[in-house]
């Protein structure tokens, strides 16, 4: 019989492919046990096994009729010389195979005499194990029913093609998402700066001014300066990109984020429920509070209520404060400051409605209506 290549080299190649299936230790599976259950019954021996060979052991990934085992030394293993075979290797009488005397299980009290096992092999030709069928009584198979025991072996390795193949999709996506995160963190970051650098700038050409211009200058410095340490609170907070954060905890912390902005006495009240919302949607939701609360400030106000409610699949968000109101026949469509044009984004990314007018407070009030999926994120 044909034997496969012995040298260190090749052991070693082996064993990386062994490894590259990340099988070993893995917990029991369902699939590859209901091979080795159908195995010991159409081949009607005792037992059937799946074993991955290991550097120093051979380790049994499922095995019908064979209780309390789940490994062996690898040395004398069958299933050690098995995968050294191209094909089948069948002992039908192994207490008279010179071979097979010193394994223990032949020589011992378990009494092993008929061992048939087919190499599990790699496209690339390595050997991870075997499926493998034992009897304690001598026996023979015929050429059909070593042809079953071979397609259940090509069976199994079709299985731990698909595990591997499992794992390495979910690894690339894992690595994916990493590099993306790492690549929005940098964006986010640099935006940030260019943020702070225009306030300065705001800020210095203030002081070459008087007067209106002056105050407009400070003003727009004032904002932008908000607006970048808003920014960095949220994505400080966020989590990572493919994960859900709390938005209870989110506006508390923005919140906070936001309280110097307001004049000395002022106050920003949050009552939220904790809802999971996606990343993506913390961020629309984070500029658009962001720019409601400046604009109270902006316009006057000395308190802020921020209060979320759930009720039948959507998510309300009001925003109220006691400044001097809204003017007649405002609509956010038609201004032209920055805040509005944000506040309209934001609300169209959020799939939101937005509806506004005087708070209990007498001050002013915006509304914001977003829909909920079915498992209770943002949509």
Request: glycine residues 8%; hydrophobic residues 40%.
């Amino acid at each position: 019989m044909e034997h496969v290549d012995l040298s260190t080299e090749a052991e070693a190649a082996r064993l990386t492919a062994v490894r590259r299936y990340s099988v070993l230790d893995t917990p029991p599976d369902g699939a590859f046990d209901r091979i080795a259950r159908l195995a010991a019954h159409l081949l009607q021996t005792p037992i059937a096994i799946i074993s991955i060979v290991d550097e120093d052991r051979i380790w049994f990934k499922s095995c019908a009729g064979l209780e309390g085992v789940s490994e062996i030394p690898r040395n004398p293993g069958l299933c050690a010389s098995a995968i050294l075979q191209e094909g089948p290797w069948i002992l039908d009488d192994a207490s008279v195979e010179p071979v097979a005397l010193s394994n223990p299980l032949v020589a011992g009290e378990f009494g092993l005499r008929f061992y048939a096992g087919i190499p599990l092999r790699t496209s690339d030709g390595h050997g991870l194990g075997t499926l493998c069928v034992i009897d304690k009584e001598p026996r023979s198979l015929s050429p059909d029913q070593t042809a079953i025991l071979e397609d259940l072996a090509a069976v199994v390795m079709d299985e731990l093609e698909l595990r591997r193949d499992a794992i390495e999709t979910h690894g690339a996506l894992l690595r994916e998402m990493q590099e993306k995160e790492l690549l929005a963190k940098e964006v986010e970051h640099r935006v940030m700066n260019s943020l702070q650098l225009v306030s300065s700038v705001a800020r210095r050409k203030a002081a070459q001014h008087d007067g209106q211009t002056a105050a407009e200058l400070k003003d727009i410095a004032a904002r932008i300066g908000a607006i970048a340490q808003a920014n960095r609170h949220i994505q400080q907070s966020l989590p990572g990109l493919a994960e859900n954060g709390d938005l209870a905890l989110f506006l508390e912390v923005l919140s906070r984020e936001l309280f110097p902005l307001c004049p000395r006495g002022g106050l920003i009240e949050v009552e939220c429920p904790s809802v999971s919302v996606p990343r993506d949607q913390l961020v629309s939701i984070g500029h658009l509070v962001t720019e409601l609360v400046l604009n109270a400030v902006k316009s006057g106000a000395g308190r802020i209520d921020l209060r979320g409610d759930l009720e039948d699949k959507q998510l309300t968000l009001s925003l109220n404060d006691d400044g001097p109101g809204l003017p007649d026949g405002f609509d956010p469509s038609n201004s032209k400051g920055l805040g509005m044009a944000i506040l309209q984004s934001m609300t169209q990314k959020l799939d939101a409605d937005v509806t506004w007018g005087r708070s209990p407070r007498g001050g002013a009030q915006f509304v914001l209506t977003l829909p909920l999926a079915q498992n209770g994120k943002m949509r």
